[in-house]
Structures are given as structure tokens and as C-alpha cells.
């Protein structure tokens, strides 16, 4: 089996940008945008992660796999379930009637529950926001296995503040990857020599889990005895009695401190506009009201 | 044998931690590469035992670590992009089996694969609990949906792994602790 990074270096404007202001550009956007459920503050949000997303020069056929997975999930379960029960987030607004465009009555034959699902343009509207709000999120994100070096995780969460031998931990882990890989290629082959048959797992659900054990014991086992080794030679080397320096070492450049400060900005905005002017609840436009006829 | 405290963080804990997120991540893209048929959108992970046994072999925060790391990078590879609560549920589902920990003693007794199959389920509760959850204030989805729609399906297929597949790594790993001389 061939474990490759989706990581590959593309020159791109984002990749030149230090890893720990895009991580504070990446999560101050993911917690202003959980903030809003008005579509123009999302769509300003929505806008702002495609402007991340487009210069990363992912490819359709690179992340068709994690789109399709995405859309699914956002479109079956959080679209029906916005216009069907119309709950989550913002749902005292959703109560009162609203503007209905269908409603039906069923009954559950047998035991005498009755179903009654509610299309009103209120939870289409929702319904929207909360896609909008998901895409955003995962625009946002996906770019991250893509544009990041593995090599740099460590070396940027320890600039970041986390501890020296957690940071060390995290760099070792992505280190330990490859060699992981090619052990278990290599159990599989072996088990497989000796009539064990991946594909054909029989049985029921529990047994079928039961069989996967020849494969994932022996990597796991292997893995910690060859750990000792390592454990030793980095006891003998004296690790953790110093702050530890780092192979590669990151610096800010000016365009940094930019994307730092328009983080912080659109952090510290995002809150004073939802706290102290109390604006970017649940809205739905007139136009949307006309369209469907109120 | 001398007992470390359980939050103890060493040469030996940055080691399996590190171990225990790099195995967790390959083994969760190499087992979703051999599909195990399953129900409905249910997607059986057997490497979700990786984080709960590195808990329970060697403490909470190699646990915390294999798991929240282990998620990052088995995405890393698969191309899924990062998403912190499901990296955080997945952390707590180590995290917590880790403090069953110092109440083994014996990796092949059958009090051992009860405490640890308890605090596993308990971990895959806590984490997956707090995943779905996050739905809630991230995606903005109701409780039941949570509940329904992310919690039930996560939770029991880690669970039926973990009782399954934990107690059959620490009797292997019982075979080779007394090599260690830890």
C-alpha cells in the first residue's frame, strides 16, 4: 500500500503565507462564521473562504472524493432536516407559523402517531443559511491537507504555543507515517501468503471485525517494540531537559502580520456586531418572501 | 514495578503518542481502503481501537493524542480536510479509556478487558457525544439529529470495534510487556 500526503507544493500565494496565520486566519473565520445566521453576513463569510480557497489550486479531481462526501452530508442531512423539522440553531424563530408552502398530515399506521411536516419559506431560508454555513466551514478546511507540509505541523504548533514535547510528538507522528504504512503493506502480504482473505471477510458484522486482528495486531505490535528502541536512544540523547530547537524555523513576513491582523479584525468584529449591536440573527429577505408569492 | 502518575508526560509518552497517531491515521485510511460491508452510512473503522488501547497500555494523554492527532492525519492522507470537534471527539475517545490505565495490572485478565471495554464505551459516549454535539453550534443541527443522524451510527460502530478489538491487542501486548523491562 502506498501512503502518499495529499500535500504537494504548488507555489501558490497561500502557501507562501507562514502555517500559524493561516491557522489563526482559519479558525478566527471558522468562529465568526458560527456566529451568524443571517444570509448576507454568510455570504460575506462564504465569499471570503472561496477567496481562500480558489488560490490554493486544488484540483476537482484531487478533492472530488471529500466534495462528494461534503454535499451529501450537507445537502441529505442538514437541508432536509431545515425544511422538514426546520430545528437547530435559531429555532424560536422558526415556531410560529410563518409563510406556509405545504403541509401535510400523516398518520404512523399501528402506533397512532401522527407525522406533520411543515414547508414554510422561513425553513427554506434556514435551510439555506445552515448549507451556507457548512460549505463555508468546509471551503475553509479542506485546503488544509492539501496546502499544508506535514514537516511543519510540529515545529508550527510549538510557535504556537504548545508545549515542546507535544509539538515534538506531533512532528514524530507524521515522521512515523511512511515506515507505519509499509509494515502494514507488509503484514497484509504476509497474512495473505498464508490464505488470509482481505476481501472476502465472512460472517457476520462482530466476526467480520474479529478478522480484521491479523492485520492491525501485528503492525501494532511491531510498532511498539520498534518504540523502545526509539525511547531509549532519545533518554540517552537527555530529550526534554531543554527547550528543543527545530530543523526548519518559521518567520513572519509582513504579509503575516496582514492576514494576523485582518483575522483578529474579523474575529473581534464578528463578535462585537453579534454581541453588542445585536445584528446577524436569522433574516429572511423580502425578495424571497415575493418570489414565493407573500 | 513503579506506577507513573497518570498525567506524567515523558520521553516513553511523546513516543506512543506519536506511535499511537501514526497507526491510528494509516490504519484508518488502509481499513477504508478494504470497505467492510455494513449498514446504511454506517462506516466501520476497526482502527478506532488504536487510540483506546494506547490509553489504556500506556495513560490519558498518549490516548488524548493518538486520537485527536491520529484523526488529523488519517484525513491528511485521505483528503478530508480538518475538522476540530470530530479530531477532539476522536482525542476524548483515548483520552479516557487512558484513565483506566493504572486499574490494570494484568493485560490478559478478564477484569482487565472489562475495566478497559467500559472506559472504552464510555470514551466513544464522552467523544462522539461531544462531536455530534458540536453539529449543533457548528452546522447548527437539532438534538435529535445530532443524536440520530451523527451520535447513533459513530457511537455503536466504535463501540462494537473497540469491545472487540481492545481486549485482543492487550493480550498481544501482554505477550511483550515483560520484554520492554518498563
Known sequence: MLIAWRYRERNTLIQKLDPRARWIFLLAVMFSVIQFWDLRFLAFFMGLSLMYYFPARLTWKETRRVWTFVLILVVVIIGINAVITGRGGPTEILRGAGHVLWEAQWAVPGVGWTIHPIITVEKIVFALAQMMRMLTIAILFIPVAFTFNPNHYGVTFRRLGLPDKVAFSMDLAFRFVPTLARDFSLTLDAQRARGYEVEKLEGGLLAQIRKMAPLIVPVTINAIVGAEDIVNAMDLRCFGLRPRTWLHELRYAPRDYVLIAVSAALLGGAILVRTLLRVGDFWVPDAVLRLFGF | ?182
Open chain 2, 1 to 182: 514495578m513503579e506506577r507513573k502518575k497518570w498525567y506524567a508526560f515523558g520521553t516513553r509518552e511523546v513516543v506512543y503518542s506519536a506511535l499511537g497517531a501514526a497507526l491510528y491515521g494509516v490504519l484508518s485510511f488502509a481499513t477504508n481502503m478494504i470497505a467492510l460491508p455494513a449498514a446504511g452510512n454506517l462506516a466501520l473503522r476497526p482502527a478506532v481501537c488504536i487510540p483506546m488501547f494506547f490509553g489504556v497500555a500506556f495513560g490519558p494523554w498518549v490516548g488524548f493524542i493518538s486520537g485527536f492527532l491520529g484523526n488529523i492525519i488519517g484525513d491528511a492522507i485521505s483528503g478530508f480536510g480538518f475538522w476540530f470537534w470530530w479530531d477532539l471527539g476522536n482525542g476524548l475517545m483515548g483520552l479516557i479509556p487512558g484513565f483506566a490505565a493504572s486499574m490494570i495490572a494484568d493485560y490478559r485478565a478478564t477484569r482487565s478487558f472489562i475495566i478497559a471495554d467500559l472506559f472504552s464505551i464510555l470514551g466513544v459516549i464522552v467523544g462522539m457525544g461531544l462531536a455530534s454535539l458540536s453539529e449543533m453550534w457548528v452546522s447548527g443541527v437539532d438534538l435529535s439529529t445530532a443524536i440520530v443522524g451523527y451520535f447513533v451510527p459513530a457511537a455503536l460502530t466504535n463501540i462494537v470495534n473497540g469491545i472487540i478489538l481492545v481486549p485482543i491487542l492487550m493480550v498481544a501486548y501482554a505477550a511483550i510487556v515483560g520484554r520492554t523491562g518498563r
